[in-house]
């Protein structure tokens, strides 16, 4: 008897959970169409920076942390498009780590010379699923429209070529992952 109480009682537990999870993540995916929620960030050096500067401009917001192998890959590929050709959007990427030091070293590493941001709170931003990141996972994009609304994000943007389309020609998200015809 005692053995189906606690089978009861982790069936009861695991559907509650799931329950929860499916809960969080709609409940992050609500940011959508909302404005961009400003949080603190600073450059590399230190010095702060506003999220309000983004104001009127098309802006893809790239999240990374030192500790993600895929970022790695994603800055190459990015930089690589930087290089090719003017962007169509304003791009800015931000790192979800405490240690700008490990982040400096990743940004040689890479060869990405872009604009960087740090949030100022490390990874708290993903683990709060901030920026519709429902799944708190990296590495992860938005695109943030003039008005500051978010508009979009994706976790799958990964070749050269998708993210000229995301970049270059500012194409959604959702159409960059589409195969060329």
Known sequence: MKAWIVLASLCFSALSHASSYEQKVREAQEAIGKPLRHIDVQLLSGESVSMSSLEGKETVIYFFASWCSPCYGALKNIESVRQQQPLAVNLVAMALDEDTEAVSLMLKQTGYTGV???????????????????????????????????????????????????????????????EEN
């Open 116 to 178: 960087v941001w740090q949030a100022v709170d490390g990874a708290q931003p993903l683990h709060q699923r901030e920026f519709a990141n429902g799944v708190k996972a990296l590495p992860y994009l938005i695109k943030v429209d003039a008005d500051g609304l978010l508009a979009e994000n994706n976790y799958n943007i990964k070749t050269v070529a998708q993210w000229k389309r995301v970049l270059v020609d500012n194409q959604s998200l959702q159409d960059a992952m589409r």
